[in-house]
Structure formats: C-alpha cells, structure tokens
C-alpha cells in the first residue's frame, strides 16, 4: 500500500556532508510526521530527527547543529543533510513516515524504509 525508499547513502570522511533523501508513494492521504532513525551494529535503533506536517522539528541531542531534516509535502519527500559528519555516526539510517492511508478507514500507520547505510572513517 505504502512504500518509503530511502537513498543516498555511502563512504564519506570524518568532517564530510552527506544527504539523505525518502520518497513516499502508494495510498497516502497525508502524511502526519517524517523522521529519520539510525541503527548501529549492536545497538538499538535511535532517533535522529522527524519533521512535521506544519514543519517543527526535533532533533537528537547528538546530532544537533550538524544535521537539519526538512521535507517537500508535494513530493512526499523528506530529506537529511549530515555535515561535520563523525565516525560515530556510522549507522544504518532509516526513515519512517506517519501516514494516513487511502483506504476505507482511513487509518494511520507507522511504514519504514528499508534503511540505507552511511559509513563514516575516521
């Protein structure tokens, strides 16, 4: 019904940029909150930022002042701009979307991406 595809991810430096992006498609009435989530090997799967519908954002501590999350309603696509990027932050990044399917109940859901990997040497 609902797929969100995540890309851009890959091998970038310590102190590098990278951007991420997710596009969701299939049944969507609307969509409540994005964000972006990451797993590292061995650990729990954390939040790193979402991003409403009327645009406030929150972000992880950790990543505050290096990482801004925005989205394009039109496009149903939200984005994530990593700079200063740290070996820490190596991780699977995934995305996930609260949205409204158009279905007969118009129910809400959480859907994931399939997560895309960033890896950061020192």
């Known amino acids: 019904q609902v797929q969100l595809v995540e890309s851009g991810g890959g091998l970038v430096q310590a102190g590098g940029s990278l951007g991420l992006s997710c596009v969701a498609s299939g049944s969507i009435f609307s969509i409540n909150l994005m964000g972006w989530y990451r797993q590292a090997p061995g650990k729990q799967r954390e939040l790193v930022a979402t991003i409403t519908s009327q645009g406030s954002t929150n972000y992880a501590d950790s990543v505050k002042g290096r990482f801004t999350i925005s989205r394009d309603k039109a496009k149903n696509t939200v984005y994530l701009q990593m700079n200063s990027l740290k070996p820490e932050d190596t991780a699977v990044y995934y995305c996930?979307?609260?949205?409204?399917?158009?279905?007969?109940?118009?129910?809400?859901?959480?859907?994931w991406g399939q997560g895309t990997q960033v890896t950061v040497s020192p």
């Open positions: 996930k979307g609260l949205i409204v399917v158009s279905d007969t109940y118009y129910n809400t859901r959480n859907y």
